[in-house]
Every structure is written in structure tokens, then in C-alpha cells.
């Protein structure tokens, strides 16, 4: 394959997101705002809006959440951008990260400077089962979803399929789910901002408070087995292995680097960009790999001209926990079948060596679908930049990975990021 | 069976007399399921349909509890949960089925490996929301 280059570089100068979580009476243009006032906050010497030249929007279905089609000028006008162009980018679950990489090449391209790239979601207003509808759109109509599959299914089918291969267990998915938490309980943003352990001491005082039986579970790892606390969505996956159901949204300002310094002393550099795309996973000769994660990542560091052990922290696309599992070996941090070992040796908690999902992840953040990959950038931009608070990586990290996948791996979108 | 435009309406045609139905590229032999009218491989647009065996094997699979709408309504939930697979047929091609044949209330119990053939609902049955339907014929 033909190295890639960007035509010339590219840096974030400023980023930021809303709270997320379920926000009843505010919707996708609310959401909106609060990310881009966050945004606007963040950029050191300021920013004019005026000056932003294009939108990029991850939404994956406003249209079947919330009944609104041609939902990006609506956004851009929300924020009093309009006339530049505003644009809708949809890859699924991956629309965040795809619209991220369209404002990439935007810039790179040298046709705009400055660029806006956004990602908003609102999801629940609908019951869950018609949540799990419209995400199960992503899926082929056709041939995939009238064989009974729902999207916790199709990862569930990847988790049979990689235990019986490697001897995972339901306790090693578990092993993410708990770190998740443990890093969303260190995140203002994030809809759990509570461990597993916080869930359960809540549980039990509520239990105390109505008069109700009070659960006596000696650990986490008791409650996470308990199928009151923790039923059963799609074998093996429970309801603390599944992202939920979230409003949210993120923002971005790319700009040339050129004219990085104008905005800010400490940018982030975007050194590598890839993606790829995939068949139906029932049409792949192995369900436990996503290929497009495979390619999406060899483009990146090719590009990069970095190595997988060169990446100090990586926010993944933990949809559900299995997920962190594969991501971990599709981005070659782990060798094939190792990554649940990793998972339970706690290798990739916040302070191991190789942090996942910092922010709490899909899991623990919240998972707004259409602004996940664009809240993963901004993961990144705090902890790169030495801004992350009590989650804060030690060691002032200076080299960062997102992936962004969306639906079952028939997209996938990576990113690298550097502070120089 | 007559070389069509090999749509997912001619093969549900199929799976009602009771075929399972693959499209085979008659440039490179490439064999498709589910059946499609352009090659990916040698990009000819050259498809006879083929008549599969219905045998295979269960390569990953997952009960589920939290059911769309439309199972909902066959009347599954989150106490009576079917299963869902991915079957690789012994002709090469792997597709999403509704598996049968297993304990759902015990998922240790399923075996990925398992053998499963494919079964038809019988004349008087409505076929319900899921089309294709395997059954595990035996463990692994
Ligand atoms: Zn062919």
C-alpha cells in the first residue's frame, strides 16, 4: 500500500464536551451548545466564531431519536454559524470519528483553516426497545437482524466466539467493566461518575432507606454476578458489559498548524489518520477480529510513522466490554487472544502501562453515539495536554489513540495525536 | 432453479419451498449467501443460484434476552429468550440465523463447534419474524 500523507498538518486548539447522560426536556441543539461553549472555553488565546469556515457533524439518527432530518445546519445555526457550510457525516456508532477525519482532510486539503467539528446524539426519548430498533438499523436489515440479532447481540456473538477460542470468561469482560467505572467515577463529564462499588453502596442504602431486603454482596465481583443487579442483556453480556443508552455532545476546533500558535502555546498535533470499511460480520472468516480496525490502524501508524507501543494511552471503542477486548488486539497492543489476559491483570487501568479509556470509556462516559468518537478526542486533548484532573495519566503523556468503530466493524476510524 | 436478479425477495422465494438458496459466480466460482448479483471478487455480473445443503456449523452465538421490537411481538422476552448464530455452512459461506435445538435458559450448555442443519416451519406454521432457522443436530 502507498503511504498516505495529509497535505499539510493539522492541530486541534481547542475542545470540550457537554455533561452526559440522560437529560430529559433538553435536546440534540442544547446539547450542542453546552460542547461548543466548552469548546470555546478551552481555546488559551480565543476564538472568534465567526472565523470558523465549515461544520462537520457526527450524528448517527437524529431522525429516528428525535425526528429531526438535516440536523447539521440546525446545529451550525444553534451556534450562529451560519452561512458557512454545515454538513451531517453518518457512519454509525463511528459518525463522531468519521466527521472528525472528513474535518482532517478538510483542512489538509488547504481549502479551510479553521474548522468546527462536532458530534451530538439524543437517545432518550424513546423506549428501549425502540432504541434498540434504531441502533439495530446499523445492522443489514435484510440478512442480519431478522435472525433476531440486536447490537449488544452481535458483540455478545463475537464474546461465544472468542471464549471458546481463547478461555476467556464472563469474569474477564467484567475486568473492563470495573476499570471503566473506576476511571468514569474521575470524570465530571461522565453519566456514571460512580465505581461499581459507589453502585452497589447506593443500592444498598436505598434498599435500607424504602425498607426493602438489603443485598449483601461481599464484592464487585458478587454483585456483577447477581442477575437482579446485573441481568442479562445477550449472553454473556450483562447490563454492566453494554454502553448506555445517553445524551451528549462534543466539539472540536481543527486548525492549520501553521496557525496553531495564533490560538494556542500548547496544541495537539493530528499525526495520523486512517479508515477502513468491512463486510456483514456473519460475512467475515473470523468473528473475534475486526478487520477495518486492523487496517484503520496499520494506515494511522504507518502515517504516524509510530509503532502500537509507541501510543502512551488510547481511548477505544468499548461499546461493550468485549469490544475493549478485540480493540485491544486489532491495534496490536496486545498479540491475538492476549487482551482478556491484559483486561485482568489490569494492564490497561490508568495507571498500568498501556491506559485504556480514561475518560471511563463508551461504558462509563456514555455512549451519545453520533458524539462518542468526537468525545474521545477530547479525552485526549486533556490528557495530552496535562488537563485531566484527578484521571490524569502520570508521566505527561505526549502520544494518543482513538477508535472509533461503528456498527459491527464495517467501519472503523483511528486517530494519532501528538503534543510536541 | 433460473438465473434471476438474485434479490432478497427471490431468496426468501426460495426458503418457502423450502431451499436454501446461494448465488454461485459462474466467471470465478465465487459462492455467495447471502446470494448477491455482482461478483466482489471478479466483478462479472454472472450468477446462477445453488441449492445448499442446510448443514453446517455454530461458530459464535448469544442468547437474547433484551429482544427488538419485532421478536417481542412472536412473543419472546426477557424470560423466554431465543438464540441467535452465525452458521458457516459446510459449501464455505457463513450467515445469521435463529438457532434452535439448545437450552436458552442454560447458554453453558451451547457449544460452539456444534453441528446444526437448517429446518423449515411446516406448511400450516407461520414462519414468524425470523426466516432462517438451524437447529443443533449435535454437540461438538
Ligand atoms: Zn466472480
Known amino acids: 500500500m502507498t503511504e498516505r500523507k495529509l497535505g499539510r498538518g493539522v492541530a486541534i486548539v481547542g475542545a470540550g464536551m457537554s455533561r452526559f447522560g440522560t437529560f430529559p426536556g433538553r435536546a440534540s441543539r442544547d446539547l450542542f451548545v453546552e460542547a461548543f461553549q466548552a469548546m470555546r472555553e478551552s481555546v488559551d488565546k480565543g476564538l472568534d466564531p465567526r472565523d470558523i469556515q465549515i461544520m462537520y457533524l457526527g450524528n448517527y439518527s437524529s431522525d429516528l431519536f428525535e425526528g429531526q432530518g438535516h440536523t447539521a445546519p440546525l446545529m451550525a445555526d444553534w451556534v450562529g454559524l451560519t452561512p458557512v457550510p454545515a454538513l451531517r457525516v453518518e457512519d454509525a456508532c463511528a459518525s463522531g470519528g468519521v466527521a472528525l477525519r472528513q474535518g482532517i482532510l478538510a483542512v489538509a ?160 498535533h493530528i499525526i495520523g489518520s486512517g479508515q477502513a470499511s468491512d463486510v456483514a460480520l456473519h460475512d467475515r472468516p473470523d468473528p473475534t477480529v475486526i478487520r477495518a ?62 491506559p485504556i479509556n480514561t475518560s471511563g470509556g463508551l461504558k462509563a462516559k456514555g455512549h451519545p453515539v453520533g458524539a462518542s468518537g468526537v468525545a474521545q478526542a477530547v479525552e485526549i486533548w486533556h490528557q495530552l495536554r496535562g488537563e485531566a484532573g484527578a484521571r490524569q495519566v502520570s508521566g505527561t503523556p505526549d502520544l494518543a489513540l482513538s477508535h472509533n468503530v461503528g456498527g459491527t466493524g464495517q467501519t472503523c476510524v483511528v486517530h494519532i495525536y501528538e503534543r510536541r | 432453479m433460473s438465473p434471476h436478479s438474485f434479490t432478497h425477495a427471490e431468496y426468501l422465494a426460495h426458503l418457502q419451498n423450502h431451499v436454501l438458496a446461494a448465488s454461485r459466480c459462474q466467471n470465478c466460482g465465487e459462492l455467495y449467501l447471502p446470494p448477491r448479483p455482482l461478483c466482489r471478487r471478479c466483478f462479472a455480473q454472472d450468477m446462477r443460484w445453488e441449492e445448499l445443503s442446510g448443514r453446517g456449523e455454530l461458530v459464535a452465538f448469544t442468547v437474547v434476552h433484551i429482544v427488538p421490537s419485532a421478536m417481542l411481538e412472536a412473543g419472546y422476552d426477557q424470560d423466554r429468550p431465543y438464540v441467535s448464530g452465525l452458521v458457516r455452512l459446510e459449501e464455505g459461506p457463513t450467515i445469521s440465523a435463529l438457532i434452535t435445538g439448545v437450552d436458552a435458559h442454560h447458554p453453558e450448555t451451547i457449544r460452539v463447534g456444534s453441528q446444526v442443519r437448517v429446518v423449515f416451519p411446516r406448511g400450516d406454521q407461520d414462519p414468524g419474524p425470523a426466516p432462517l432457522v438451524f437447529e443443533v443436530v449435535s454437540e461438538s
Not at chain 1, 132 to 150: K, M, N, Q, R
Not at chain 1, 300 to 322: R, S
Request: glycine share 8%.
Open chain 1, 109 to 268: 486539503s488547504g481549502l479551510y483553516d479553521i474548522v468546527l467539528v462536532g458530534g451530538v446524539e439524543k437517545m432518550s426519548d424513546l423506549p428501549t426497545e425502540r432504541v434498540t430498533d434504531t441502533l439495530a438499523t446499523a445492522g443489514d436489515v435484510l440478512y442480519e437482524i431478522p435472525a433476531g440479532f440486536t447490537f449488544p447481540g452481535f458483540y455478545a456473538a463475537m464474546a461465544t466466539a472468542y471464549m471458546d477460542r481463547y478461555g476467556a470468561t464472563p469474569e474477564s469482560l467484567m475486568a473492563v467493566g470495573r476499570k471503566n467505572h473506576e476511571n468514569g467515577a474521575l470524570n465530571p463529564k461522565a453519566q456514571f461518575s460512580l465505581t461499581i462499588a459507589d453502585i452497589m453502596a447506593k443500592k444498598i442504602a436505598g434498599a435500607e432507606k424504602r425498607g426493602r431486603p438489603v443485598p449483601t454482596w461481599r464484592d464487585e465481583m458478587e454483585f456483577l454476578h447477581d442477575h437482579q443487579a446485573n441481568p442479562i442483556i445477550s449472553w454473556p453480556l450483562r447490563l454492566f458489559d453494554c454502553s448506555p443508552i445517553t445524551d451528549g455532545a462534543a466539539a472540536v476546533l481543527l486548525v492549520a498548524a501553521d496557525l496553531a500558535r495564533q490560538f494556542t502555546d500548547a496544541p495537539i
Open chain 1, 293 to 354: 480496525a486492523e487496517r484503520a490502524s496499520h494506515q494511522a501508524y504507518e502515517m504516524a510513522g509510530i509503532k502500537p507501543t509507541d501510543v502512551k494511552l488510547a481511548e477505544v471503542h468499548d461499546c461493550f466490554t468485549i469490544a475493549e477486548i478485540l480493540a485491544s488486539e486489532d491495534l496490536g497492543f496486545f498479540e491475538r487472544g492476549q487482551g482478556y489476559i491484559a483486561a485482568e491483570e489490569g494492564l490497561t487501568r490508568r495507571n498500568g502501562p498501556r
